[in-house]
């Protein structure tokens, strides 16, 4: 199925590959180079590249190329999520998933490639199972490591494995039984010049981390389950359950695992946190332009925006800006053109705004279109839904565990166009 | 030399292919040393500097020995380390990789389940002849043993078995003890046991599906974890339930893996529905619809390639059922910092599910990307509303018409583009067109933006009232132009133009054809002057009769227009590569571009000439009419080919035509037969392959004449048929039809 792995930097050096079955010259790769130079920003280089031979499918995450080599007919979807899976891993593993730390950890990175996939047909993918078999490194246990010559692989076989719910090992123990469900929300909004929204839409997931002994049986209720139109859930959940009283009842997997995900499209129902009030105009002669921009709350009932952060792609022709910010700090890439304004809390009393000058290249003609603004920001306490979690009950155990609920609601792809 | 000295390994070597003859001997010296193999840790910090020079691509095979060595040891760790090293050089080093085997197999009897089924795996991943005879008892051995890694291992194995010595007998054993295993207790030993039996039984058309095994894999499907039930679900396309019962059961069965968090897995069953419930339409139908949540959720992803991946597939979904995502249109608008490929695949999803709620709102958004900085897209946004404009010509037009004032050279070429294509396509929009082109003062300055410009002035010249002058222009720069498709384009125009308003064209008419025929070196334009002059001297009348044809061909827009095809048109490239590389693409485009006036002057020399209506030869009794359609790529055919089943199978009674393959060719063309490929000259077995379309279907034919000589050959033309979808009708039709033209040709004497 999958034949062969290379990761790939952004410079386009090679820096790792893994093959699954015969081995695949490096020169296949050229034909992702040929298609990676074609598409000038890494970006844009397409998901799947055919070839006389095979079909290179790729994804690009943290500045790395993923490329994977097919042979045979396979549903794309499939690779698609495999090589995210891939990514995700590591990142699980070594915190971040970057070219350096794959390489520092290059043995690990080679025995997890061995473990998810044997002969290409993907093996152990579960975060929990994976960690089993082998220990993820940390900077604790690698001392000890080196002192003691110990290895971090698991000396003995998943139990997992031999459990009869596929998704949890048998023989849990815990001497502090808690129970943790952060549910967490992205707006994904695109907002026009006036600010009235073009297109809003929310994307959530409940992530869970459940430390409960033995086989608990839980049930998560929730306030308005009616909220929720596209709901998909972990292999876990009962769906007969959700579709006929909406509760979600489950047996757990054992510590992290995302429970649920769900989409709100209704539009009336997406709160828009934040107004953004911009005029950026550039002037037909004396190569200059001007911009102000203002941002206040709108709907955030009552909570306090964190970590606002404001990108705008300038055009090509902008040489430098020369702006005053009443709070944060901003800073403006020549280089990448980007203007990133970092604001940090916002303030409900006096809104923060970035105004003054922005210089052209001279003699260039004025840019046709304004650039959009793409707004980051975070809220604690708060789902914008709505959504609420109403009770968590536990079975089939004795113990009365520690539940907790945490609501984060962050922007997404939110634009606002100018 | 202390501990922390060998441990700064990876830093030192900037450059692995410079030095690494003292590298290789250092690390054997390191290796071979005593002390060091007495401390573990030392010894194991050696052997991983030996990986990471592998990785880093410096060839230290050299130190095959030491590195079998140090496989004997208790950290599985360095275990698997070791036999990272073999399997990337056992193939170089096949004789010291023997070596090596003793230590695998002892590994192999390990108590510890974790150890064998690592030996197992990588004694399978040795690549090298002569392998099979040490790892078939092992392999046996695996399949029994009683921890389900080591099965898995051992399953998969097999296969690895199977092609190390591609040549050879399937072992019929193994194949029984494979698909003994498929009832497992544990779920991933019996998706391998599919995955294994399918490599293994390759050339005998993969793994067999029958009712229990099917039974079977449906029962297991919530156990198997999402990589399995998405591989599952492709196998059980093979399974053909015997009932509607047993349908309604299986699909039932299914129904909530339609709504899988894994868009892989909801992706698959719905092809799993559409191929099971292809005679009721309506399960197909509630299907989609209820796929469609998850498929939009795809679209909205975090990773760009699984929204690009969700949209080709909402693209497949829209070809049978156009207005299932209408409502949910604003999901399709691009983002600004979207990769280019997304926009694009949103731009032709916009166009598909305009309808008269929606489209004021989508115009308004296509507008906004038709200023972006890429000119690609720019361009590919003005092509869409000249699309849309099909339906909605007016709102378009004005659109259209605003963008010309941008004055923006990459925007004005494709305006004038999509206005050509448009007249051609809606022509009442024609008056609005020529009034807006002759207020257009810039004129394009690409090749393409030309060509257009110079067919609406010549085919509505008479409209347009400054057309002679701008023509005049053109005709003045004739020096300097250098693209030679603009300079035919200039003068079919030109001559058209004369034909309506003689009297301000005769004289630079004149000039451009003295010009191309005395000094062009472009020899196809020099000729293409002199047909233009020759036929002009046969007087006005006959040229305008060869030179004008239909100035539109509303009929297209029927065609081109929005059509709901069959689900089964699509339901086989559903979730596989073809859509997504762009190949089912092709197949569209080549649609639309064999469709539109391309501007050649081939089509107008020829008025009518696809309309012709061919009969065949002597009639036949069964009516079916046969059409050419959009051209096959040979890759689709192939793909086809592989695809479907010969419905028809039958030998003619006579020998191939021994007339000139130019001549079969344009015979079969003449009955509306296309022929793709045949063998050159008198070669034996002489083929040649077909296709054609009739009556909404897609026929593809071979022809095959074995050696006459040969002794069990009647030297007779034997056709097979295949076809999608099926139709018995039309292939007797097409087989008589057939017949008849190679008999015709087998007695004329040529």
């Known amino acids: 199925m999958i034949h062969s792995l290379f990761l790939i930097n952004n410079g386009g050096d090679l820096f790792l590959e893994k093959h699954w079955k015969s081995v695949i010259s490096r020169s296949v790769c050229d034909y992702f180079f040929e298609a990676r130079e074609k598409a000038v920003e890494p970006d844009n280089v397409p ?51 970057s070219e350096t730390t794959i390489k520092d950890n290059v043995v690990i990175v080679y025995e997890l490639l061995e473990e998810m996939l044997d002969n290409g047909f993907p093996l152990a993918t579960e975060s929990n199972i994976l960690k089993e078999l082998i220990r993820p490194p940390t900077i604790l246990r690698s001392v000890v490591n080196t002192i003691t010559g110990s290895s971090n692989v698991g000396e003995t076989l998943p139990t997992g494995q031999l459990s009869t719910i596929p998704w949890r090992r048998a023989g849990v123990k815990y001497t502090n039984n808690e129970a943790y469900f952060d549910v967490v929300e992205e707006i994904d909004a695109i907002l026009d010049k006036s600010g009235t929204t073009v297109f809003a839409e929310i994307q959530g997931v409940v992530d869970a981390c459940v430390k409960l002994s033995g086989m608990p049986d839980l049930t998560l209720s929730f306030m308005n389950p009616r909220l929720l139109d596209d709901v998909s859930f972990h292999p876990c959940v009962r769906y007969k359950r959700w579709e006929s009283e909406r509760v979600i009842s489950f047996i757990p997997p054992d510590g992290n695992f995302q429970l649920m995900s769900y989409h709100i499209s209704a539009q009336n129902l997406v709160a828009i946190p934040v107004y953004v009030k911009q005029n950026i105009s550039f002037f037909e002669t004396g190569s200059s332009g001007r911009l102000d921009i203002t941002v206040g709350p709108k709907q955030t009932m009552g909570k306090t925006v964190e970590c606002l952060v404001v990108t705008v792609h300038m055009p090509k022709v902008v040489l430098s800006a020369n702006l005053n910010a009443t709070q944060g700090t901003y800073n403006y890439d020549p280089v990448t053109k980007i203007l990133v304004w970092d604001i940090g809390k916002l303030n409900p009393q006096k809104f923060p705004n970035l105004k003054g000058s922005l210089s052209l290249q001279s003699g260039a003609p004025k840019p046709e279109e304004n650039p959009s603004l793409n707004i980051d920001l975070k809220i604690q306490q708060l789902a914008i839904s709505g959504l609420k ?20 609601t962050k922007a997404g792809k939110f634009q606002v166009r100018t | 030399m202390n501990i922390l000295d060998d441990m700064g390994a990876p830093e030192e070597p900037t450059m692995p292919y410079f030095g690494s003859e003292e590298t290789v001997k250092e690390l054997k010296r390191a290796l071979s040393n005593p002390h060091v193999q007495a401390d573990r840790l030392r010894y194991k910090n050696y052997i991983t500097k030996v990986i990471r020079y592998m990785t880093q691509g410096l060839d230290v095979s050299a130190l095959f020995m030491d590195m079998v060595k140090a496989s004997a040891t208790v950290d599985i760790v360095q275990k698997k380390l070791v036999y990272l090293y073999m399997c990337t050089y056992a193939s170089d080093k096949p004789d010291l990789a023997l070596l090596a085997i003793n230590t695998l197999r002892k590994d192999c009897a390990d108590p510890n389940p974790m150890v064998r089924g690592l030996a197992l795996r990588n004694m399978c991943n040795f690549r090298m002849p002569g392998m099979p005879e040490y790892i078939e008892q092992p392999i046996v051995a695996g399949l029994r043993d009683k921890a389900s890694y080591v099965r898995r291992v051992a399953v998969l194995g097999c296969a690895k078995m199977h092609s190390l010595q591609p040549n050879t007998d399937i072992d019929g054993s193994i194949v029984n003890e494979l698909y003994a295993l498929l009832r497992d207790p544990d779920p991933v030993v019996l998706v391998n046991c599919l995955r294994a039996l399918e490599e293994i039984l390759k050339d005998e058309g993969g793994v067999v599906i029958n009712k229990p095994i099917a039974h079977h894999l449906l029962n297991r499907m919530k156990d198997l974890d999402s990589w399995a039930q998405s591989e599952v679900l492709t196998f059980l396309l093979r399974y053909r339930p015997r009932s509607d019962d047993e349908l309604f059961d299986i699909l039932s069965l299914l129904d909530a893996f339609l709504q899988s968090a894994h868009a892989h897995v909801a992706v698959a069953t719905l092809r799993l529905f559409l191929h099971l419930a292809s005679a009721h339409p309506a399960v197909q139908a509630d299907a989609l619809l209820r796929t469609s949540a998850p498929l939009l959720a795809t679209c909205g992803a975090a990773s760009r390639e699984l929204r690009f991946a969700g949209l080709c597939h909402v693209q497949q979904v829209m070809r049978s059922q156009p207005g299932l995502f209408a409502t949910h249109y604003k999901r399709f608008f691009c983002g600004y910092s979207e990769p280019s490929y997304i926009k694009f695949r949103k731009m032709e999803i916009l166009v598909e599910l305009v309808n008269d709620e929606n489209v004021a709102l989508v115009l308004e958004e296509l507008r906004s990307y038709c200023t972006d900085v890429s000119p690609e897209l720019a361009q590919a946004a003005i092509a869409a509303i000249g699309r849309i404009a099909r339906t909605y010509s007016e709102k378009c037009l004005d659109i259209l018409t605003g963008l010309l ?70 005709i003045d720069g004739l020096k300097t132009e250098l693209s030679s498709a603009v300079k035919m384009e200039l003068l079919s125009a030109s001559v058209k133009m004369f034909l309506c308003r003689p009297a301000e064209t005769q004289d630079m008419l004149g000039r451009l054809l003295h010009y191309y025929i005395e000094e062009e070196s472009d020899m196809c334009v020099r000729d293409r002057a002199l047909l233009y002059y020759r036929v002009l001297q046969r007087g006005v009348e006959e040229t305008r009769k060869v030179v004008t044809g239909p100035k539109s061909d509303p009929s297209m827009s029927v065609l081109t227009g929005r059509q709901e095809e069959p689900i089964s048109l699509w339901a086989s490239t559903f979730n596989t590569l073809g859509p997504l590389s762009g190949w089912d693409l092709c197949l569209q485009t080549a649609v639309i571009s064999a469709s539109e006036p391309s501007g050649s002057a081939e089509n107008e020399l020829l008025p009518g000439s696809t309309d012709v209506t061919l009969s065949s030869p002597n009639d036949t009794q069964e009516e079916i009419s046969l059409s050419l359609g959009p051209p096959l790529s040979h890759e689709t055919f192939e793909k086809m080919w592989l695809d479907l089943e010969i419905l028809h199978r039958q030998t003619l009674g006579f020998p191939r035509p021994k007339t000139a393959p130019d001549t079969l060719q344009a015979a079969l063309q003449l009955v509306k037969i296309q022929t793709l490929a045949f063998t050159p000259g008198d070669a034996v077995p002489w083929k040649a392959y077909l296709y054609t379309r009739g009556t909404g279907t897609l026929i593809l034919a071979e022809l095959l004449q074995e050696d006459p000589d040969a002794p069990d050959s009647e030297g007779s033309l034997v056709v097979s048929v295949k076809q999608q979808p099926g139709n018995q009708q039309t292939i007797r039709g097409f087989v008589l039809i057939l017949k008849s033209v190679l ?4 007695v004329d004497p040529l």
């Open chain 1, 47 to 97: 998901p799947v590249i055919r070839t006389p031979h095979h079909y290179l499918i790729n994804i690009y995450r943290e500045k790395i190329f993923f490329v994977s080599v097919i042979q045979t007919e396979v549903p794309p979807l499939f690779v698609i999520e495999f090589l995210h899976r891939v990514a995700e891993t590591f990142q699980d593993y070594f915190g971040e998933c």
């Open chain 2, 743 to 746: 008999q015709t040709l087998n």
């Open chain 2, 405 to 474: 004032a941008l004055k923006q050279d990459h925007i004005t070429s494709a305006v004038i583009q999509t206005f050509r294509d448009l007249v051609w396509f809606c022509p009442q929009s024609t008056a609005a067109v020529c009034q807006t082109v002759e207020a257009c003062v810039d004129n394009p300055q690409d090749s393409e933006g030309k060509q257009a410009l110079l067919w609406l002035l010549g085919e509505h010249g008479e409209q347009i009232s400054s057309a002679p002058y701008v023509m005049e222009g053109y």
């Open chain 1, 389 to 408: 979690v109403n009770r968590l009950d536990m079975y089939g155990e004795k113990y009365k565990p520690f539940k907790g609920v945490k609501y984060v």
